[in-house]
């Protein structure tokens, strides 16, 4: 019965996500109609131009990337999260466990108050928080291998405390700023946002997201059994040392890949992952899909209301998923029926 589920729900899922992209498009500090929006899609397919360049200019140069990048970071948080549930086998997990999202903000804030990387230009930004979420997973790796190994609790409680630490260090850079704007710009980054998005910046976290999906999907029969327990797996001739050290190393970077182009966009990879087992269930093969499009069909949904909730200014789209995110993860969790790794 579940694999029927999955085969209507991930077609299902799909269309819903081609449609909200579409109809986002539309929206922003000026609203435009959907057939317009879909006229200026057709004329680039073709590979022509629109005849109106002012509508073609904001609908396929602003807003169709940032609409694209919506869907990727969606994606990738929500894969992220399911992954990370499975590895720590705690269902309270989210990308961020690692304290990658704190270890960018470290870096973000470098950036913003040192002018650290300012010969990278444009992805200047970009490349501190990727460095700092970088590094930030490397030494929770390193503290949690030189105590044991990457046992889940470890894990937990390693990236907890030097999230903290991470979070600490970065207000301390934001204290001692001269730049009047820099505590603002750092918060703003922190809480989210996509109006950076240019075509310039789709390929490589879609590459990212794309390649890490792949392999998620190549292990998902030893991640099955890696959510039953570690004993088990073991007993079944899967090595889970090196599995939970495979994907400690992929989550780190795909993680920090998606907060180096969006910032630190809470509760997607936390809630999506507990809607998705409840529509298709537990097995990982079906899952981690149907985390996919999702989280892609809820971030472009978010960061399109964020665009007209308080026009013609725009709120952080992080700020949004948390107002979601929070009163739909209790409303899921008291189903009665729902529990960790069952639906």
Same mark, same amino acid.
């Given at each position: =019965?579940?694999? @029927?589920?999955? !085969?209507?729900?991930?077609?299902? *899922?799909? *269309?819903?996500?081609?449609? @909200? =992209?579409?109809?986002?498009?539309? %929206?922003?500090?000026?609203?435009?109609?959907?057939?317009?929006?879909?006229?200026?899609?057709?004329?680039?397919?073709?590979?022509?131009? !629109?005849?109106?360049?002012?509508?073609?200019?904001?609908?396929?140069?602003?807003?169709?990337?940032?609409? *694209?990048?919506?869907?990727?970071?969606?994606?990738?948080?929500?894969?992220?999260?399911?992954? =990370?549930?499975?590895?720590?086998?705690?269902?309270?997990?989210?990308?961020?466990?690692?304290?990658?999202? !704190?270890?960018?903000?470290?870096?973000?804030?470098?950036?913003?108050?040192?002018?650290?990387?300012?010969? @990278?230009?444009? #992805?200047?930004?970009?490349? +501190?928080? /990727?460095? +700092?979420?970088?590094?930030?997973?490397?030494?929770?790796?390193?503290?949690?291998?030189?105590?044991?190994?990457?046992? $889940?609790?470890?894990?937990?409680?390693?990236?907890?405390?030097?999230?903290?630490? %991470?979070?600490?260090?970065?207000?301390?850079?934001? %204290?001692?700023?001269?730049? $009047?704007? &820099?505590?603002?710009?750092?918060?703003? #980054?922190?809480?989210?946002?996509?109006?950076?998005?240019?075509?310039?910046?789709?390929?490589?976290?879609?590459?990212?997201?794309?390649? !890490?999906?792949?392999?998620?999907?190549?292990? &998902?029969?030893?991640?099955?059994?890696?959510?039953?327990?570690?004993?088990?797996?073991?007993?079944?001739?899967?090595?889970?040392?090196?599995?939970?050290?495979?994907?400690?190393?992929?989550?780190?970077? /795909?993680?920090?890949?998606?907060?180096?182009?969006?910032?630190?966009?809470?509760?997607?990879?936390?809630?999506?992952?507990?809607?998705?087992?409840?529509?298709?269930?537990?097995?990982?093969?079906?899952?981690?899909?149907?985390? &996919?499009?999702?989280?892609?069909?809820?971030?472009? *949904?978010?960061?399109?209301?964020?665009?007209?909730?308080?026009?013609?200014?725009?709120?952080?789209?992080?700020?949004?998923?948390?107002?979601? +995110?929070?009163?739909?993860?209790?409303?899921?969790?008291?189903?009665?029926?729902?529990?960790?790794?069952?639906?």
């Amino acid at each position: =019965m579940r694999r @029927a589920r999955a !085969s209507i729900a991930l077609p299902v *899922i799909g *269309i819903v996500l081609i449609a @909200a =992209m579409v109809v986002a498009t539309g %929206f922003g500090a000026e609203n435009i109609p959907v057939r317009d929006v879909v006229g200026v899609l057709v004329h680039r397919l073709r590979g022509g131009v !629109s005849a109106d360049l002012g509508l073609d200019t904001i609908v396929w140069q602003l807003r169709v990337p940032r609409t *694209i990048l919506a869907a990727i970071v969606g994606a990738g948080l929500a894969v992220a999260g399911a992954a =990370m549930q499975t590895l720590v086998r705690n269902p309270l997990a989210d990308p961020y466990l690692l304290g990658v999202s !704190s270890g960018a903000g470290v870096g973000a804030a470098a950036v913003i108050t040192s002018g650290l990387f300012a010969g @990278a230009g444009l #992805w200047a930004l970009s490349a +501190g928080a /990727l460095a +700092g979420a970088l590094a930030a997973a490397a030494a929770v790796f390193l503290i949690a291998m030189a105590q044991g190994g990457l046992t $889940p609790l470890r894990l937990v409680l390693t990236g907890t405390v030097l999230g903290s630490a %991470f979070a600490a260090f970065s207000s301390y850079l934001i %204290f001692r700023s001269s730049e $009047p704007s &820099a505590a603002q710009s750092v918060l703003f #980054w922190l809480l989210g946002s996509l109006s950076g998005a240019d075509w310039t910046r789709i390929l490589f976290p879609a590459s990212v997201v794309a390649a !890490s999906l792949i392999a998620l999907l190549l292990a &998902a029969n030893w991640l099955d059994v890696l959510n039953v327990g570690p004993d088990t797996a073991a007993s079944l001739g899967i090595p889970v040392r090196e599995l939970r050290i495979a994907l400690f190393i992929l989550l780190a970077v /795909l993680v920090g890949v998606l907060v180096a182009v969006s910032g630190g966009i809470g509760f997607v990879g936390l809630v999506v992952p507990h809607a998705a087992r409840l529509v298709v269930g537990p097995r990982h093969r079906a899952l981690l899909p149907a985390s &996919a499009l999702c989280g892609a069909a809820f971030l472009v *949904i978010a960061d399109a209301a964020t665009r007209v909730l308080v026009r013609p200014t725009e709120i952080p789209v992080g700020v949004l998923t948390g107002l979601i +995110g929070a009163p739909a993860f209790l409303l899921l969790m008291g189903r009665r029926r729902y529990s960790f790794g069952a639906a």
